[in-house]
């Protein structure tokens, strides 16, 4: 049931700015489909209707990637409480590695760590939450990218098409008739009227995801501190809680010397 009337309502902001200038039927006048003015808008209304995709495919994966029950999942926070308070710091690790949430990815970059000390769990644990909210951040600044091109390119379309209408003015006179000029300055601004129609939801939610993104940050952010905040640092010195594979090794003119230096003393 959630699905139909979720598919039912994108479908409805999909066609906004067509549907919004379908003509109502009227006695002696045929009816214009959304069809017709879809095609009165010109050749942009077909780059507005991929800034309309964009716009809706964009707000429904922020809008989901945004859900603080996404970001910081009961089930990894308790998982990490359990682990913590047992003292398996190696198996939240593990665990933690095993779940792909922003919140476990947090929690392996300070158990990561841990092992270098308080400051150096807390500085990775801002990093990797700063990380995180540039990513999303990323992602919404595109709305804001849709919001300002989509009037620019109805308006474009619209004065393409007045170009268009006063040329076959000029080449036809006033006998052409007023009205129908008229006509053809309507169809035109339909591309204009198009672009602010994709703009301003666009901008719209553009400002609630940005603030709604704020606030799943921030409640990541203090889950994954409240975790680490009795964490016994003096006795994880130098652990390696991860066990991740280390690519740092002494200089080989280091090891050289030192491989030297046996050798003489194993001469002597």
């Given at each position: 049931?959630?699905?139909?009337?979720?598919?039912?309502?994108?479908?409805?902001?999909l066609l906004?700015?067509v549907?919004?200038f379908?003509?109502?039927?009227?006695?002696?006048?045929?009816?214009?489909?959304?069809?017709?003015?879809?095609?009165?808008?010109g050749?942009?209304?077909?780059?507005?209707?991929?800034?309309?995709?964009?716009?809706?495919?964009?707000?429904?994966?922020?809008?989901?990637?945004?859900?603080?029950?996404k970001m910081?999942p009961?089930?990894d926070?308790?998982?990490?409480?359990?682990?913590?308070?047992?003292?398996?710091?190696?198996?939240a690790?593990?665990?933690?590695?095993?779940?792909?949430?922003?919140?476990?990815?947090?929690?392996?970059?300070?158990?990561?760590?841990?092992?270098?000390?308080?400051?150096?769990?807390?500085?990775?644990?801002?990093?990797?939450?700063?990380?995180?909210?540039?990513?999303?951040?990323?992602?919404?600044?595109y709305?804001?990218?849709?919001?300002?091109?989509?009037?620019?390119?109805?308006?474009?379309?619209?004065?393409?098409?007045?170009?268009?209408?006063?040329?076959?003015?000029g080449s036809?006179?006033?006998?052409?008739?007023v009205?129908?000029?008229?006509?053809?300055?309507?169809?035109?601004?339909?591309?204009?009227a198009?672009?602010?129609?994709?703009?301003?939801?666009?901008?719209?939610?553009?400002?609630?995801?940005?603030?709604?993104?704020?606030g799943?940050?921030?409640?990541?952010?203090?889950?994954?501190?409240?975790?680490?905040?009795?964490?016994?640092?003096?006795y994880?010195?130098?652990?390696?809680?991860?066990?991740?594979?280390?690519?740092?090794a002494?200089?080989?003119?280091?090891?050289?010397?030192?491989?030297?230096?046996g050798?003489?003393?194993?001469e002597?």
């Amino acid at each position: 049931m959630k699905s139909t009337i979720r598919q039912a309502a994108l479908t409805a902001l999909l066609l906004l700015p067509v549907t919004a200038f379908a003509s109502a039927p009227k006695a002696g006048v045929t009816e214009k489909t959304i069809l017709d003015t879809y095609q009165e808008g010109g050749w942009v209304m077909h780059f507005l209707l991929v800034f309309s995709i964009g716009m809706l495919w964009l707000i429904i994966d922020i809008w989901m990637r945004t859900n603080s029950k996404k970001m910081t999942p009961a089930d990894d926070v308790a998982t990490a409480q359990g682990l913590f308070r047992s003292g398996d710091y190696v198996g939240a690790y593990q665990a933690m590695k095993a779940s792909f949430s922003p919140f476990a990815e947090v929690m392996r970059a300070g158990l990561g760590s841990v092992g270098y000390g308080k400051e150096a769990t807390e500085e990775a644990l801002y990093a990797t939450v700063e990380k995180i909210n540039s990513t999303l951040q990323t992602r919404i600044n595109y709305l804001s990218v849709i919001g300002v091109c989509a009037p620019m390119v109805g308006l474009l379309g619209t004065v393409g098409g007045m170009k268009g209408a006063f040329g076959s003015l000029g080449s036809g006179g006033l006998s052409s008739g007023v009205g129908e000029l008229a006509g053809h300055i309507g169809e035109v601004l339909v591309a204009t009227a198009a672009g602010l129609l994709v703009a301003i939801p666009a901008f719209m939610a553009f400002y609630f995801l940005r603030n709604k993104l704020q606030g799943a940050v921030h409640h990541l952010h203090e889950e994954s501190e409240r975790i680490f905040r009795n964490a016994p640092y003096e006795y994880l010195k130098d652990a390696d809680v991860g066990q991740e594979e280390t690519y740092a090794a002494l200089p080989n003119w280091v090891q050289g010397a030192e491989a030297v230096e046996g050798a003489e003393v194993a001469e002597a």
